[in-house]
C-alpha cells in the first residue's frame, strides 16, 4: 500500500518521473483491498479515485489469506 501512497504524493509534483513498483503482491492487495489496488500495465499506473488513497483495506480478508497461529517466538 505504500505504492499507492507514494505514487499519490508524486502525482502531484511536475518533475516526477520514475516510481518503482514490485508488482509481485499485487494479486494479495487486490484480494484485500476489493479488486481497487491499481495494477501497473505496460510500465503505468492510474491513482485510485476515492478519497484519501482511494482504499479500503479489508483486514478480515487478509485474517483469512494469513490467519494468526500464536504467541511470539523467542529470539534468543
Known amino acids: 500500500m ?5 505514487v ?5 509534483c511536475r518533475n516526477f518521473l520514475i516510481q518503482e513498483w514490485e508488482a ?4 494479495l492487495f487486490q484480494e484485500v483491498t476489493a479488486g481497487r489496488y ?12 476515492g478519497p484519501g488513497l482511494g482504499l479500503e ?4 480478508a487478509f485474517a483469512r489469506r494469513f490467519p494468526y497461529r500464536g504467541g ?5
Request: no cysteine; proline share 9%.
Open 24 to 27: 509481485e503482491d499485487d494479486p
Open 38 to 49: 491499481p495494477v501497473q500495465r505496460e510500465g503505468s499506473v492510474s491513482l485510485p479515485d
Open 57 to 60: 483495506f479489508d483486514g478480515a
Open 8 to 12: 499519490t504524493a508524486m502525482a502531484g
Open 72 to 76: 511470539a517466538r523467542k529470539m534468543f
Open 2 to 6: 505504500g505504492h499507492v501512497a507514494s
